[in-house]
């Protein structure tokens, strides 16, 4: 039986169980703004020397202490994208593949196969896209792209150079492979739950089976995958030591996709243990605030889109 | 009217409707590409510089044969001390979420920031903890790592707690409730009982997370040519040796990264396979 006692007891050590869970919860609230607040902090000295000049200068000189985020800016955005442009057909296909055609048995085998891409260590991708992919590229790819794209109009000033083996394009295709299991997973899901009786409904009219996936499939699901491809995206900004091996960290701005250059996360990984000014390492934190920034914006705006979607069934 | 075969409208439906679904096709055999090349890479590479020095000897200069030992140890400490410190709280933020918060409004906002952590730069992480940690200590340690670490645990263990807490029936903790039970009793003895090897899964997930992640200890654990367990040194691991040994110039030293890449691969692929075949619940990719 219940003495009044044990109630008492119970009702304290219940008291204190959501007591120390919401705290947690709620310090995890704290923590991300602790980050922003720190970050902030650490970059005082450079945010109060170059100001907002700090965006649209491509100068990076640690001896004359002028310093810019242009380059790895736009590094960034040009490897995440063209990543993107490169995983989104690909695991639109792994997509359609694993919910449509794939036989019942040979799903869940393939499906394992591809998360595992996104299992493998970061700095392994970076390995192997320097040692392994590098020096192929450079010997069989780059020289065609250079030959027959470089001389296009329009186009062209993206495959000039030397074929170098390493840099942004290297680096986005990389970043492709890291980020198609994220997208092919969210599509897959968001293709899951597509009701039946629309794609019946379509095969009933005489639909072939792309013309479902197409005109039936993608519309319906759009919010989600698109919420997915942009999850991609906030995955590739933030992918580091991958990128710090291929990209050739190089402080140059230059048109072309085959010469060196640098993102944000790959200059924080390169440079900060290295940093001998305080200025030098304040310029840094701004790289990683401008980082925090960007990739919370995007990963928010992924994470809404899912949530509208989950929403709309 | 029906279409024959011949109608041309038909056969280009036919032929279009073939096309992509052989693109489709090969688009998974492309994926499927890419994992076979990186892994039979990293066999080649990694299999020459397999041998009992690996797991015996220290880091040494070029030009002397060394081992990973200092680093195996390293790295199993700071992911042991991070798995440690991340999965008590991971449970219980997973709790709140499930049992206490509900649809509040904390709650759905917890939910939602923590699904963004999950997919944060890791190396904001330890830029975060070098700050805290290793400027105010003045210097580099194995903690530092080791939080930087415990970091990226918390969210994802929270994540797979909630999932797998959210699966078990209302009934079962309204029968517990029934009988008396206390409310962190339902959650000790019922909910967190029939979850558990859910709960497990996530916990493995993480630690196979955290086992390759270089950027987050590069300011922070840093690394150290030589053994050492003190947690309030610089602390070699695997992660930080590979990328040292690999962008340096020395061929011996390619050897032992490339042997190092293909232990912790092997390490991390084994436990993400073992965890996602026996899950029965669709587990999430972090």
Redesign the interface.
Known sequence: M?DSKRLTL??Y??ST??I???A???S??I??F??LV??H??SLESLKAFQWRFLSSAAWDPVAGNFGALVPILGTLSTALIALLIAL??????A???TE?APAWLKQP?R?????????????????G???FAPLFADYVQPWLIEHLGSQPWIGPLFQGAPLGIGILTASIVLS?MI???I??VMRDVFGVVPNLLKESAYAL?A????V??HVMLPYSRVGVIGGVI?GL??A?????AVA?VIGNAHQLSSSLLMPGSSI?ST??NE??EATSSLYNAAL?EL?LI??GI??IV??VS?LMM?KWQGSR | MI?TAFSFLYFK??V??GF??L??????L???A??I??LS??LR?GLPGFSWHLFTQMTQAPGTEGGLLNAIVGSLMMVLVAVIIGTP?GL??G???A???KNGR??N??H??????I???????G??I???VVVTTGHFSGWAGSFALA?MV??IV?RTTEDMFLLVPIHMREAAIAL?A????V?VSVVLRISRTGVLTGILLAT?RV?????PL??TA?NNQFFSVNMNQPMANL?MV??QY??SPYDDW?KL??AG?LL??VF??LL??TV??LSKQKLP??
């Open positions: 219940l119970y009702r050590q219940d169980l959501r120390i869970s919401t947690l919860a709620a995890l609230l923590l991300a602790a980050i720190q970050l902090h650490a057909p690909l695991s639109l296909g792994i359609v593949f694993l055609l393939l394992i196969l591809i998360e595992l891409l996104a299992g493998i260590p970061s700095i392994i991708y970076g390995m192997w320097l040692f392994v492979i198609i299991p994220f092919a997973s005489g072939t089976r792309w013309e996936i197409w999850l906030g995955r900004l933030g992918e580091t030591m091996f996360a924080l990984a900060f243990t934190s990683g980082l925090f990739t919370i990963l928010t994470k949530k | 279409p439906r036919r279009i409707n992509c679904l693109l489709s096709a090969l688009a998974i492309i994926g499927l890419w994992l090349w990186i890479s990293l590479h709280v219980l933020i709790t709140y979420l049992e206490f918060g904390l709650a906002t917890v939602f920031v923590n699904d963004v952590f997919s944060a730069p890791s190396i904001l992480l830029l975060f070098y700050q805290l970091l918390v969210p929270t008396a206390p409310r962190w009793k959650i196979a086992m390759g992640e270089t950027a590069l300011f840093l992660p590979i990328f690999a962008m390619h990264a490339w890449a912790i691969t991390v692929l993400n396979i996602r075949l990719i972090i």
